[in-house]
C-alpha cells in the first residue's frame, strides 16, 4: 500500500519563503505530484517530480529525493493568495492512480 | 469552457436515500476517477475508469456503484445513503491512467450532507 506523511498545518508571513515537506512509502514509484487546493475550491496541479532534483515553476519549486522518499515544495515571496491546502501524492507501482497525503493547511499572515 | 464538470455542486438528502452524481469532461481523456474528500480533507480514491473499463475498486462499499456510458460520462450511484457518506465527492480525469506527469483535472466538487 502507500502513505504519505506531510504537516498538517503551516504560518508563514507575506512575502516569506515556506517549505512544505512529504515523505511517502510505497510498493513502487513512478513520481510525486503537488496539488494546491482553496477552500471550497478544487484540487488543482502544481508540478511532478519524476526523477531526482529541483522543479521550478515560476514562485513555486519541488524537490524530489527518490532514495530518501522524500520531497517537498517550496513557495517563496509568500502572497496571502497562497493560502490553502497543500497535498502530495504519489502515482502507484502499476502507475493507474494516485494517492494523496493528507494535506498541509498553509496561512499566509499579513 | 468548464473541463470536468459535477452535478449537483450540492445535495442534502435523508439517510435511507438514493442518489446519484454526474460528472462529464470536455478534454478527450481517456481515464476518469472518483475521490471523496472526508471533513479532515483526506483524498481518497474511489473508482477508477479506462475507455469505460473499469480499472480501480477501492473497497468501497457495494452500495456506490459508478457507471461510464463513454468515456466521457462517469456517474455515481449510492444507494442506502448512511451519515458517513456525507463528504465532498470529486470527479476527475486524466489523459492517461494515474495521470500523465502525475497531473489529474478535478471538478468543482458536489457536496453531500446526510441527514
Given at each position: 500500500g502507500q502513505s504519505l506523511e506531510q504537516p498538517s498545518e503551516v504560518t508563514a508571513v507575506e512575502g516569506a519563503i515556506v517549505q512544505i515537506n512529504c515523505t511517502y512509502q510505497t510498493s513502487g514509484f513512478y513520481g510525486l505530484s503537488w496539488y494546491q487546493q482553496h477552500?471550497?475550491?478544487?484540487?488543482?496541479f502544481l508540478s511532478?517530480?519524476?526523477?531526482?532534483?529541483?522543479?521550478?515553476?515560476?514562485?513555486?519549486?519541488?524537490?524530489?529525493?527518490?532514495?530518501?522518499?522524500?520531497?517537498?515544495l517550496l513557495l517563496q515571496e509568500l502572497q496571502m493568495k497562497d493560502s490553502a491546502s497543500y497535498f502530495c501524492a504519489v502515482r502507484d507501482n502499476a502507475g493507474n492512480m494516485l494517492t494523496f497525503g493528507g494535506g498541509t493547511r498553509l496561512m499566509v499572515k499579513p | 469552457?468548464?473541463?470536468?464538470?459535477?452535478?449537483?455542486?450540492?445535495?442534502v438528502t435523508q439517510m435511507g436515500n438514493d442518489k446519484s452524481i454526474?460528472?462529464?469532461?470536455?478534454?478527450?481523456?481517456?481515464?476518469?476517477y472518483w475521490y471523496k474528500q472526508d471533513s479532515k480533507k483526506f483524498l481518497k480514491i474511489m473508482f477508477s475508469y479506462n475507455n469505460k473499463e473499469l480499472i480501480i475498486n477501492e473497497t468501497v462499499p457495494n452500495r456506490f456503484s459508478p457507471k461510464s456510458p463513454d468515456k466521457a460520462h462517469l456517474n455515481l450511484?449510492?444507494?442506502?445513503?448512511?451519515?458517513?457518506?456525507?463528504a465532498v465527492y470529486f470527479c476527475a480525469s486524466s489523459t492517461t491512467r494515474g495521470g500523465a506527469h502525475g497531473e489529474l483535472f478535478f471538478g468543482e466538487g458536489s457536496r453531500l450532507t446526510v441527514l
Amino acid at each position: 500500500g502507500q502513505s504519505l506523511e506531510q504537516p498538517s498545518e503551516v504560518t508563514a508571513v507575506e512575502g516569506a519563503i515556506v517549505q512544505i515537506n512529504c515523505t511517502y512509502q510505497t510498493s513502487g514509484f513512478y513520481g510525486l505530484s503537488w496539488y494546491q487546493q482553496h477552500d471550497g475550491g478544487a484540487p488543482t496541479f502544481l508540478s511532478y517530480n519524476a526523477l531526482d532534483g529541483l522543479e521550478e515553476t515560476g514562485r513555486f519549486s519541488s524537490f524530489l529525493s527518490r532514495s530518501d522518499s522524500y520531497g517537498y515544495l517550496l513557495l517563496q515571496e509568500l502572497q496571502m493568495k497562497d493560502s490553502a491546502s497543500y497535498f502530495c501524492a504519489v502515482r502507484d507501482n502499476a502507475g493507474n492512480m494516485l494517492t494523496f497525503g493528507g494535506g498541509t493547511r498553509l496561512m499566509v499572515k499579513p | 469552457d468548464t473541463a470536468v464538470s459535477q452535478t449537483p455542486k450540492y445535495l442534502v438528502t435523508q439517510m435511507g436515500n438514493d442518489k446519484s452524481i454526474k460528472c462529464e469532461q470536455n478534454l478527450g481523456h481517456d481515464t476518469m476517477y472518483w475521490y471523496k474528500q472526508d471533513s479532515k480533507k483526506f483524498l481518497k480514491i474511489m473508482f477508477s475508469y479506462n475507455n469505460k473499463e473499469l480499472i480501480i475498486n477501492e473497497t468501497v462499499p457495494n452500495r456506490f456503484s459508478p457507471k461510464s456510458p463513454d468515456k466521457a460520462h462517469l456517474n455515481l450511484h449510492i444507494n442506502s445513503l448512511e451519515l458517513g457518506d456525507s463528504a465532498v465527492y470529486f470527479c476527475a480525469s486524466s489523459t492517461t491512467r494515474g495521470g500523465a506527469h502525475g497531473e489529474l483535472f478535478f471538478g468543482e466538487g458536489s457536496r453531500l450532507t446526510v441527514l
